[in-house]
């Protein structure tokens, strides 16, 4: 079968790895990818959805897999699918559940889904009145996409007040600013693969978002993930009955079912599992701890959605844990410099290219986050020194990178 993987980053050159690693899948093309991803795999550049279309159509394609959730939100899925070609991606108006958060918030309200409580700010004029309502800490949010740069928690009310006129302002995609509770506990990220009626969730995952060791720093994409988190696994039921299940059957209800992969961001605090966020795709870096672990052919699990028999679907998994650590450019989640030389020998552990170009001599960056270094192992601390060991011979010497992915201690 022959595959087209939508998406320009690690998070896509792990798919497409996935996807070399397919029984089912002879020929596999991504678009546009990157200069390090095209090493290994074809790259192509189309234009716009038309483009992606007409070479779906003349290239016979069997499969979309949208990585990155912008073409998801503007559509690109519908436009596909009206055309008859299967997508693996939910439609615009399920991606809602990460567009908007306004819209999942109202979704798991009327749903009697578990996350914390929230007020949207719709103009400057609301904020003194909202912000007294909630106690310090109090998390504020953009409407809209905001590659993971959207969320501020701030601990006193002056300071929340200043931040959501700024939020308010930027205007990430949407026009207002959520006010949440900040919720205690600890993070972990699990993925619902459904059929719209079925589903079935992955192995749990753990992504550190901020910028520097020990959780301190600004909020970025994501610096690091590794798989499986064991402390997670009493919580599945749980997070599977209350939350996976009902709110699968709320998009149903709503009349837009939700067919694709359904990232639940969740914090496990002293009342149980809560939702801080859906996404609408695979998260990043996650997918590049999760899917070096995946046995079952990824091609598999594309038709079973797209053929609506997820109920059929059993997943299978390494045994062993991954560790993927991001490199990202110095300033990073801020400006940065583009163009910093790297140079990478051979590894053991696997590099995915997030923003790199060819060089002369060396591969240059072109991108916040640059590579994501990923070693699977059969115990977590052996991938870890495996992961960190392989980064020390990258030369790379103005990259940032934690050093404590994995390390955290899951505990309330
Ligand atoms: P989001 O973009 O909604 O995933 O938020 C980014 C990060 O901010 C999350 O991964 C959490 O670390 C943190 N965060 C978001 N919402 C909350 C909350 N209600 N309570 C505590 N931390 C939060
Ligand atoms: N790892 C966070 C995200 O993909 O949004």
């Given at each position: ?218 909020n970025t994409g994501g610096m690091g993930a590794y798989c499986p988190v064991l402390e997670a696994e009493p919580y599945r039921q749980e997070i599977e009955d209350k939350i996976i299940g009902p709110v699968l059957e709320a998009m149903q209800a709503e009349g837009c079912p939700y067919a694709g992969v359904l990232y639940v961001g969740l914090m496990i605090t002293k009342n149980g599992p809560k939702v801080i966020e859906f996404n609408c795709r695979l998260g990043d870096p996650e997918t590049e701890a999760v899917l070096p672990l995946l046995k079952t052919d990824i091609m598999d699990i594309c038709l079973a959605v797209t053929q609506i028999r997820v109920n059929e679907l059993v997943l299978e998994w390494d045994s062993g844990s991954a560790v993927a650590v991001v490199l990202a450019a110095p300033g990073y989640p801020g ?78």
């Amino acid at each position: 079968m022959k595959v087209l993987i939508l998406g320009s980053g690690a998070r896509e050159h792990a798919i497409a790895d996935a996807f070399s690693r397919s029984q089912k899948t002879d020929t596999m093309y991504v678009c546009p990818g990157n200069e390090g991803i095209a090493q290994e795999y074809k790259c192509l550049d189309l234009p716009d959805r038309q483009a992606i279309l007409d070479f779906c159509q003349k290239e016979h394609i069997d499969m979309v897999f949208i990585g990155p959730e912008q073409p998801i939100a503007d559509g690109v899925s519908d436009f596909l699918k009206d055309a008859a070609i299967p997508v693996f991606a939910p439609s615009q108006a399920a991606a809602r559940l990460e567009s908007s958060k306004a819209f999942a918030k109202d979704i798991m309200n009327r749903y009697h889904i578990p996350t914390a409580r929230h007020q949207m700010i719709n103009n400057s004029s609301e904020i003194h009145e909202v912000i007294s309502g909630f106690s310090m800490p109090v998390v504020l949010k953009a409407d809209g996409l905001a590659a993971g740069k959207g969320v501020v928690i701030t601990h006193n009310p002056q300071e929340a007040e200043d931040v959501c006129r700024e939020l308010l302002n930027q205007q990430f995609g949407s026009t207002g600013v959520l006010a949440e509770e900040y919720l205690e506990g600890w993070e972990v990220s699990l993925f619902a693969i459904s059929d719209g009626r079925n589903f079935c969730t992955t192995q749990f995952a753990q992504d550190h978002k901020q910028l520097f060791d020990g959780d301190v720093g600004p909020n970025t994409g994501g610096m690091g993930a590794y798989c499986p988190v064991l402390e997670a696994e009493p919580y599945r039921q749980e997070i599977e009955d209350k939350i996976i299940g009902p709110v699968l059957e709320a998009m149903q209800a709503e009349g837009c079912p939700y067919a694709g992969v359904l990232y639940v961001g969740l914090m496990i605090t002293k009342n149980g599992p809560k939702v801080i966020e859906f996404n609408c795709r695979l998260g990043d870096p996650e997918t590049e701890a999760v899917l070096p672990l995946l046995k079952t052919d990824i091609m598999d699990i594309c038709l079973a959605v797209t053929q609506i028999r997820v109920n059929e679907l059993v997943l299978e998994w390494d045994s062993g844990s991954a560790v993927a650590v991001v490199l990202a450019a110095p300033g990073y989640p801020g400006n940065y410099p583009k163009n910093l030389p790297i140079k990478i020998p051979q590894l053991e552990a696997k590099v995915y290219f997030a923003g790199v170009k060819r060089g002369e001599s060396a591969w240059l960056s072109s991108g916040g986050r640059v590579l994501c270094v990923v070693a699977q192992a059969d115990e977590l601390e052996s991938a870890r020194s495996a992961v960190y060991r392989d980064i020390e011979k990258i030369d790379f010497p103005q990259a940032q990178c934690r050093r404590d992915i994995g390390r955290r201690t899951n505990q309330l």
